[in-house]
């Protein structure tokens, strides 16, 4: 069932790897849907804009030796690489930039000059053309993968990212667990609303600022767990 361009990676690592074959598929599927993200929407219905985003949340369970995390990891290899390069591309744009930020201080250093003599001659003269508009836009660094951050963390890599990121917990329990605190309802809604990954966002705090707008929220959500913490986790209460 998974498409053409995936079977042969994912029979290679499972073979490889002696490990359940679900492993390397769900983790496969999961990460690419991270890198999808945004850019592609599925239309389920003809006559209606009722769009779907490709996002996946994906959870190994397994015990302990069936291999989930070197599973998770192999099909992560990509991703990872993915990342590298875009790191390597930022380095060299922000130090691009630092050039360009340095070039637009001379120029604006000498077009204040150029107005201040001109006002000094002529306190009425018009001088708004003499100076320079904004300065050069840092470079923004697209992300893949977040491991652990904060919401208001996420909600930034977001408005950075804006076609979604993907959340590798390699023990994902850790993050249900932080969610179910009373204290972090807030970051429970915010997982929530990302799982449509096209419902939109903003945050207001006094700290951080207003209007803090996400146009969507699209989290891909990719962990193991073993199955004695599963049931641990979500048994129900005894009676």
């Not at 637009?104 to 001659?121: G, W």
């Not at 890599?157 to 972090?184: A, F, T, W």
Request: hydrophobic share 45%.
């Amino acid at each position: 069932m998974l498409p053409d361009a995936l079977a042969p990676w994912v029979m290679d690592v499972w073979e490889r790897m002696q490990c359940p074959p679900d492993y390397p598929a769900v983790s496969a599927m999961v990460t690419l849907s991270g890198v999808v993200g945004r850019r592609v929407a599925v239309g389920p219905q003809a006559e209606t804009d009722w769009m779907v985003v490709p996002n996946l949340w994906g959870l190994l369970v397994g015990r302990p030796g069936l291999l989930k995390s070197p599973a998770m990891e192999a099909m992560l290899a990509p991703l990872k690489t993915l990342a590298s390069e875009e790191l390597e591309a930022y380095q060299q744009a922000m130090a691009d930039h630092e050039l360009e930020e340095l070039a637009f201080r001379l120029r604006r250093e000498a077009a204040e000059k150029i107005a201040r003599k001109r006002l000094a001659h002529d306190p009425t003269a018009d001088i708004a053309g003499d100076l320079l508009g904004s300065p050069p836009e840092p470079p923004v660094l697209r992300r893949y993968l977040s491991n652990d951050s904060s919401v208001e963390a996420l909600g930034e890599l977001l408005r950075q990212s804006p076609d979604g990121i993907l959340v590798h917990r390699d023990e994902m329990m850790s993050l249900l667990k932080q969610l179910d605190r009373e204290d972090n309802v807030a970051a429970r809604g915010f997982y929530l609303t990302a799982w449509n990954g096209d419902s939109g966002y903003t945050f207001d705090r006094i700290g951080r600022g207003l209007n803090l707008h996400i146009p969507a929220l699209c989290l891909s959500l990719l962990g193991s767990t073993q199955p004695g913490r599963l049931v641990m986790r979500w048994s129900p209460p005894a009676t």
